[in-house]
């Protein structure tokens, strides 16, 4: 299950709304091993697609970079589905390297719903999981969102 403050939701949202009709994508970052998505990372699609995304190489390299010398990885890979409903695509299953992260779908055609949805992706299967978004997080740990 993957449990999101909902200030992420809305921002994940708003940049989905804001780069439709072409795919928005990005990460949030959480301390290792902690499963508490904290800071939101907005990415470039450099495909500009409005089918299918793709991260800028050298942003993805320096995020991750920034994330490891933190102590967090990606908990939350998300993008948006433009025209289709919020389900993996074979090239979203091709493309999933991180088995750990919480893939994130964010609806942005209202006819395939508005609620987002979230897969475990590993090994070329998908398993979708429930999503609890909550008000406040009861650890003390901030939220960020990173420009």
Not at 33 to 50: D, F
Request: charged fraction near 25%; glycine fraction near 6%.
């Amino acid at each position: 299950m993957l449990t999101i403050h909902a200030k992420l939701v809305e921002a994940m949202i708003a940049q989905a709304r804001k780069d439709h009709p072409i795919e928005t994508c990005g990460v949030i970052a959480g301390l290792e091993g902690s499963n508490l998505p904290l800071r939101l990372i907005p990415m470039r699609n450099v495909a500009r697609s409005e089918t299918f995304f793709e991260f800028d190489p050298q942003q993805q390299l320096q995020v991750w970079r920034t994330m490891e010398a933190r102590g967090e990885e990606p908990i939350v890979i998300y993008h948006s589905h433009t025209g289709t409903q919020a389900y993996p695509s074979r090239t979203d299953v091709k493309h999933a390297t991180e088995p750990r992260s919480h893939y994130v779908i964010i609806p942005t055609d209202a006819r395939h719903g508005e609620e987002i949805r979230s897969f475990r992706i590993a090994d070329g299967m998908v398993t979708e999981e429930r999503v609890r978004i909550l008000e406040s997080y009861k650890t003390g740990w901030e939220l960020a969102m990173v420009a």
